[in-house]
């Protein structure tokens, strides 16, 4: 809340910056790379950016960067397929994000950071722009049809993604 992360081509490519809200001080660039770079969201703990990358040999990917001096660069999701608009939930628990390897983009679900330990498809007639509740038991996405929505719930002690499950509420 005490800074402003953005994208710009002022180093020559869209990388990230930041700067202070309050405009003090100059922009200071985060990321260096011959890749465009959009920012889509920032880990509750504040400790990361999620971001979409632009690669020339892998489309899009949804990558975070840890906002500590190491400013390590991490692939979350990167296949041959886009990737992009990753969202990590209010609890920090789950990334959302779009991708388009079924054929059209559909929002999908992984856990966060864990990003390999699963992975379920949220929307089954086309997504994109997810978005989580303020509390995260939600998450909202655009369809042809309008805005949709998706259900976290509890069962057995843990939480699961009871939508995309197959499960009421």
Avoid: C
Wanted: net charge negative; no cysteine.
């Amino acid at each position: 809340s005490r800074r402003l992360i953005f994208t710009s081509e002022r180093a020559g490519v869209r990388n990230l910056f930041w700067q202070a809200v309050d405009g003090a001080g100059a922009a200071e660039q985060l990321t260096e790379s011959p890749d465009t770079q959009y920012p889509t969201g920032v880990s509750p703990d504040g400790r990361r950016l999620i971001f979409t990358d632009e690669s020339p040999t892998t489309a899009n990917d949804v990558m975070a960067i840890e906002l500590d001096a190491t400013r390590r660069v991490t692939p979350l999701v990167q296949s041959p397929f886009t990737e992009q608009n990753g969202t990590v939930s209010p609890d920090g628990r789950w990334l959302a994000y779009e991708t388009n390897e079924s054929g059209r983009f559909e929002i999908y679900v992984r856990p966060f950071p864990e990003v390999s330990s699963g992975r379920w498809q949220v929307s089954d007639a086309g997504g994109g722009f997810a978005r989580w509740s303020r509390v995260g038991k939600e998450l909202f996405y655009r369809t042809n049809e309008g805005i949709m929505s998706a259900s976290i719930g509890v069962r057995g002690g843990s939480q699961h993604l009871l939508s995309a499950l197959g499960e009421g509420d």
